[in-house]
């Protein structure tokens, strides 16, 4: 008879921000890992993945538990609390499948994995059944005193540590004989907590820590903290009646320390949330300041802690240089452009201007293109070599538009055209219609991908003599085949990877 040896289980503390704070055997632990397990909300973002990014390797497997809710409320018959416990249920059972056949399994977690961590719906569920060891980390506690200089506790007293979500009355009430305390999960419940220390008399003793030892730490007296900016990644700590004796400490100064500004050019996609990757998610969470064409600033759900600047479509060069400015001066900016911004978009023209601004760093975050969009929806057009050209004549002369859409056509690429038309823009469509008929056959696929992803997205599929100029309008994208782009019965296009009958 033959034994399977199963995995171990590792629930691994990453500490509270800072990569250099993971401990030693939590590096050596995600390294050796055959899986590396996380959490994320919604939109991908895992804040513990980016923590122990420095400590993983290539080839390892990576499962991330993307939670299904955000707020407390749930169509399941057992209400937010049966939606979570199928969650974790399902999650188990995907860690479990790793287990059984002996691969090792470390679950990240920030801050310690037995300390309000997610880990711990794991544990219950899958400690019993495989080895299992929990990896310590530095807590967000003890990384909000050491931003703040001042002890917790000494001696005999006691630390009272409370969930922002606890009502005010208890709150009030805890605060009121505590010797020290630490109130986490702040976010929407910071104005609760705020008067919940006023009505125990310990307002003025409270301090404000934000993101401590991550990028962007924030420490201030609680009274002087506007609510309306106060992330999850926040607390309230009351030190140690003796910390008085350190009035004379850093943390006033370290609140005036702002990150080095820099400027990161964020590609949105062509629509919404869906089509923004992880990386640019992160890329507007971690921005002071939006700046960007008005409609694709409007694209970035508002935060009221982040300024936004807005401007007109034909004024790139201005508004790089003004993005620029504000980083010069401190500022995190993202620079938003539709699609991807280094397709007919923002990243050419900060990247220009950035030659007056060598002491800022810019960063290109990509998008999902237009072309990309309405490839997709239509099949696989662009599966073959392909061109993408601007029909716009803005900033460059139309000779050169047509130069280049003939010489295409010549070379039997497949063409995606931007920019199509506008209000004053009427008549290239049919120019280049007519261009590429001295090239290709008339019944060349052509794809017509109108805002594809928004509420108003519709995709057709024609003929290169049947294209109409008059349905096509700025917010178009065509997709013209090659000789070899063929539409099945079912309707999708494709252009064969294969050239003609090569083998």
Known sequence: MTTTKTGRLYGVGLGPGDPELVTVKAARLIGAADVVVYHAARHGRSIARSIAAPYLREGQVEELLVYPLTTETADHPGGYQGAIDDFYASCAARLAAHLDVGRTVAVLGEGDPLFYGSYMHLHKRLAHRYPTEVVPGVTSISAASAALGRPLVE???????????LPAKELAEALRGADSAAVLKLGRTF???????????????????????MDGQRVAPLSEVDPDGVPYFSMAVLPSPSASEFATATPERQSDTRPEGRVTVVGLGPAGRP??????????????DIVGYGPYVDRVPPNPR?????????????????????????????????GDPGVFAMAAAVLEAADDYPDVPVRVVPGVTAALAVASRAGAPLGHDHCVLSLSDRLKPWEVVAARISAAAAADLVLALYNPA??????????????????????TPVVVGRDVGGPEESVTVTTLAAL?????DMRCLLIIGSSTTRVTAAGAVYTPRRYRNRP
Do not use: F, I, M
């Open 306 to 338: 982040q300024r936004r600047h807005t401007s007109g479509n034909r004024v790139e060069a201005e508004r790089a240089a003004a993005a620029l400015e504000l980083a010069r001066a401190g500022a995190r900016v993202a620079v938003v452009s539709s």
């Open 468 to 472: 109409d100029p008059s349905v096509v």
């Open 422 to 443: 506008s209000r004053t823009r009427t008549w290239q469509v049919a120019a280049a219609r007519d261009l590429l008929l001295e090239h290709r056959d008339p019944d």
């Open 191 to 213: 104005g609760k907590v705020r008067d919940a220390l006023a009505e125990a008399g310990r307002l003025d003793d409270a301090w404000y820590v934000e993101r401590a030892t």
């Open 155 to 165: 001696r005999d007293e006691t630390l009272t540590v409370l969930p922002g979500t």
């Open 275 to 288: 089509w923004l990757t992880p990386e640019a998610q992160e890329a507007l969470g971690a921005a002071t």
